[in-house]
């Protein structure tokens, strides 16, 4: 077996400063740009708390920093009208999103703007360490004096007197660019590490974890909010966590577990190599509470949790890569910082970014502070300054405020403001033209735009760090809305509809509208410091809280006063067996006369089909619990749903198993495996995630080509997971994938991982294997290489597990 190369070297000559000394002993070279060329300044690049630290000497000349350049979207005119008629009815664009290619193509930086940009960095000295796939961002690394000189500015430390003297380092004025890139260049981002983003989380000041669930659970918040009404549960959809911190799946279980929820295994996305779940740090329980308020919501709803480095680039990076990867069609963001103390460069990048997601067709739910309308006080500006949380405050971003919530049983009761709401004037971003109506003043952005449930005193039982608490903050609410836009868009497909996009616009149009005292909850009780409730719109709590399915009803067109009501008869709950068939006909009715009513179905059981008259016919192949929605549509398009369960027993039993032989290739051996000579493996150079043995794929830095297959046969009747932990490590660096792992199911692809998931440590992958129940199926591992820089993919503890 060949030696293999990794990146470990490569990995630690890039450290940013903020994971070295910021030593002085050594002085910067002064900062001299060609004086001859001309140069155009980048505005907004110098984070405002230079101008009241304390300057302590040079960053040293030879430290290695990390930069992001932010390039110019093109076309902007055409742009913003474009994102106006995408949610304007009747316009011939309304709700024909792009793909990420398309929106690149036509408002995105050229590839001779990135071309313009490399050459210029390269030129200097500088390493282009990536680009991001939608061109808006290219990441550059180099010495300090590199940097400086590049672009006109020079670094310095400092000790900001607000923050206790907290020493951070920053350039001394705005950086520049020549001017033959005036054109393209919006501005640079990573020349200080000052600002960082905090959760917007709150708990109780008796906070000792509880060995059982204390506060809100889903039936409380689903119950108040109408949310269980809808008739849907996520199916199909997918809603992205935006993190700097990371999770333990256990504690995500244990929460599932408690409150009987199933769904798709939370997974992480690596952003810039960040990968905190093996050691998650302070920010943890924000991830958790994210996930399980999302769970909780819209439990059949998939989950990516994005994962950066806390910093200005880490979070432009990873806005571009979830709107490049366009996996998700709902972002939920509890994680922000004051405007006044971000440079408006970074929050330009950042809002690029989330105008390329409106035009997809995802939709950003943010968290909008803790601190009330003095969104700085925990920070550098401190509590004296009128200030809203950024990103909540983007324009393309749903703000949302918080709320006390008093429920009887699952019943909504009443609700006031919570008294630390985020709420206030946008001081970067003008008021866009669809934010109108009673309460709405001024010409700046104001937020949020609308609550739910915050105040930790009202607050959810939560999972986290092995114990039960009970947090609030505005950080638990955007979750809940975004959980709530995962089971609108199930149903606005299910009703032939596009999703539901850039939320603002329609929640607008809806509160301006004779459906506004039956879509959201009004809250007109309560104040955070300088704003009160009042009826209508206000800046603690927006439009208020929903009324789930009468919102979404609204929003699609549907329900009382908005046209045509279809009523789909729930048949109640239904069971059978596998190998039995089965007809069922289902029934609706419409308040109009005429109409034609089209039936489609989500969650059947495998083997089960529905006809347009809604007829369900077929057999049952996989024993398991669905959940099923039928939808009848007219038409007009108007539409109704029913929910209920079907459960499908095994004719022959099932007796629970796992069907995996050599599971951990602890044999020594790759049999009963069939693998390529040298994958079994138990060097020391990649550790297994158990035990000495592992299969251990590529890692040759040249072109090769490694598998590793068994073949299994299901039992009828039976659900089968397919599951393993992949660890992989490579030495590619940026975001195009280079080297790729395929793993398949006979001929169904289940997944393809590349040298661009690459993450410290291990992660489990699973996947449903039930409907081979009754086949016979050869698992397979195939790992590509291409001719240099190697990528190792490691694969130990697989199980198919029956049941």
Same mark, same amino acid.
Request: proline share 3%; with cysteine.
């Given at each position: 077996m060949r030696p293999r190369s990794l990146a470990l070297s490569a990995a630690i000559a890039v450290l940013p @400063?903020?994971? /070295?000394?910021l030593g002085v002993t050594t002085a910067q070279a002064a900062s001299t740009p060609n004086a001859a060329a001309s140069r155009v300044a980048l505005p907004n690049t110098v984070t405002p708390a230079v101008a009241r630290s304390h300057k302590q000497g040079d960053v040293p000349a030879a430290q290695q920093l990390s930069v992001a350049v932010n390039l110019k979207l093109r076309n902007t005119a055409d742009l913003d009208r474009f994102l106006t008629a995408l949610s304007t009815p009747g316009a011939p664009e309304f709700g024909r999103y792009l793909t990420p290619a398309q929106f690149t193509a036509q408002y995105g930086p050229t590839q001779a703007a /990135?071309?313009?940009?490399?050459?210029?960095?390269?030129a200097q000295g500088l390493k282009v360490t990536s680009v991001s796939a939608n061109r808006q961002v290219v990441n550059v690394s180099g010495s300090a004096a590199q940097i400086a000189k590049a672009f006109g500015t020079h670094e310095s430390t400092y000790a900001d007197p607000q923050q206790g003297n907290r020493t951070f380092f920053a350039n001394d004025a705005a950086a520049s660019v020549p001017a033959e890139?005036?054109?393209?260049?919006?501005?640079?981002? *990573?020349? #200080?590490?000052?600002?960082?983003?905090?959760?917007r989380l709150a708990k109780p000041s008796a906070s000792t974890p509880h060995a059982a669930p204390s506060g809100f659970g889903p039936s409380?918040?689903?119950?108040?909010?109408?949310?269980?009404?809808?008739?849907?549960?996520?199916?199909?959809?997918?809603?992205? @966590?935006?993190?700097?911190? *990371?999770?333990?799946?256990?504690? @995500?279980?244990?929460?599932?577990?408690?409150?009987?929820? !199933? *769904? %798709? !295994?939370?997974?992480?996305?690596?952003? #810039?190599?960040?990968?905190? #779940?093996?050691? %998650?740090?302070?920010?943890?329980?924000?991830?958790?509470?994210? $996930?399980?308020?999302?769970?909780g919501v819209a439990p059949k709803a998939t989950q990516l949790v994005y994962e950066a480095p806390n910093s200005d680039q880490g979070e432009i990076d990873m806005a571009a890569k979830i709107v490049s990867d366009n996996r998700v069609s709902?972002?939920?963001i509890s994680w922000g910082s004051c405007e006044p103390d971000t440079t408006a460069s970074s929050m330009t990048a950042v809002n690029n970014s989330f105008k390329q997601a409106a035009a997809q067709g995802i939709s950003i739910f943010s968290a909008s502070g803790d601190d009330g309308s003095r969104d700085c006080t925990r920070s550098t500006s401190g509590s004296t300054v009128k200030a809203v949380d950024f990103p909540a405050s983007s324009p393309y971003n749903t703000g949302v405020g918080g709320t006390n919530l008093k429920v009887s049983g699952t019943t909504y009761s009443s609700e006031s403001a919570w008294s630390t709401a985020g709420g206030g004037v946008s001081t970067q971003f003008a008021k866009p033209t669809w934010q109108t109506g009673t309460g709405v003043t001024g010409t700046m952005r104001t937020v949020p735009d609308v609550s739910s449930n915050a105040d930790p005193a009202s607050g959810f039982a939560i999972y986290t760090a092995g114990g039960w608490q009970v947090y609030g903050g505005t950080s638990a609410a955007a979750p809940l809305w975004s959980g709530y836009a995962a089971l609108y868009n199930q149903k606005a497909k299910a009703a032939g509809k596009a999703v539901l996009g850039e939320a603002n616009p329609k929640l607008y149009a809806v509160a301006n509208s004779s459906s506004y005292a039956t879509s959201f909850h009004d809250v007109t009780s309560g104040k955070n410091q300088d704003f009160s409730t009042k009826a209508g719109y206000d800046q603690v709590t927006g439009w208020g809280t929903p009324v789930g399915d009468s919102l979404a009803n609204a929003l699609l067109g549907t329900g009382t006063g908005t046209g045509?009501?279809?009523?789909?008869?729930? %048949?109640?709950?239904?069971? *059978?067996?596998?190998?039995?068939?089965?007809?069922?006909?289902? $029934?609706?009715s419409d308040s109009a006369s005429g109409q034609t009513l089209t039936y489609s179905a989500s969650g059947l059981p495998t083997g089960l089909s529905i006809s347009s008259t809604g007829k369900i016919t077929g057999t049952p192949t996989a024993a398991g619990s669905y959940t099923v929605t039928v939808t009848a549509t007219d038409t007009t398009g108007a539409s109704g749903s029913a929910t209920f369960t079907w459960t499908v027993s095994g004719t022959s039993g099932c007796t629970p198993a796992q069907l995996l032989g050599n599971a951990g290739f602890e044999t020594g051996t790759a049999s009963p495996w069939t693998a390529s000579s040298g994958v079994v493996d138990n060097s020391s150079s990649e550790a297994a995630h158990s035990g000495s043995w592992k299969a251990w794929m590529n890692g040759y830095g040249s072109t090769h080509t490694?598998? /590793?297959?068994? !073949?299994?046969?299901? %039992?009828?009747?039976?659900?089968? !997971?397919?599951?393993?932990? @992949?660890h992989i490590d490579t030495a590619e660096t940026g975001s195009t994938a280079y080297d790729k792992l395929t793993v398949s199911a006979g001929s169904t692809t289940l997944a393809t991982y590349s040298n661009v998931n690459a993450a410290t440590g291990y992660v489990q992958k699973s996947f449903d294997l039930s409907a081979f129940a009754g086949q016979t199926v050869t698992l397979k591992f195939n790992g590509v290489e291409d001719s240099s820089l190697q990528t190792s993919f490691v694969v130990d503890d697989t199980a198919v597990n029956v049941s």
């Open positions: @400063l903020t994971m /070295v000394s /990135v071309d313009q940009v490399r050459a210029f960095v390269v890139l005036a054109g393209v260049v919006d501005g640079l981002v *990573g020349l #200080d590490n000052h600002t960082v983003r905090t959760a409380q918040y689903d119950g108040a909010y109408n949310l269980g009404k809808l008739g849907t549960d996520g199916t199909g959809t997918t809603v992205a @966590l935006w993190e700097f911190d *990371g999770y333990s799946s256990t504690n @995500l279980k244990t929460y599932d577990s408690q409150y009987a929820l !199933t *769904g %798709p !295994t939370v997974s992480t996305v690596s952003v #810039d190599g960040a990968n905190y #779940d093996s050691a %998650p740090g302070d920010g943890q329980g924000e991830v958790e509470l994210d $996930s399980e308020i999302v769970r709902v972002v939920s045509n009501t279809v009523t789909v008869t729930n %048949p109640g709950s239904q069971s *059978g067996a596998t190998g039995t068939a089965v007809s069922l006909q289902v $029934s609706a490694d598998t /590793v297959s068994q !073949t299994v046969t299901v %039992p009828a009747g039976c659900k089968a !997971t397919f599951s393993f932990w @992949l």
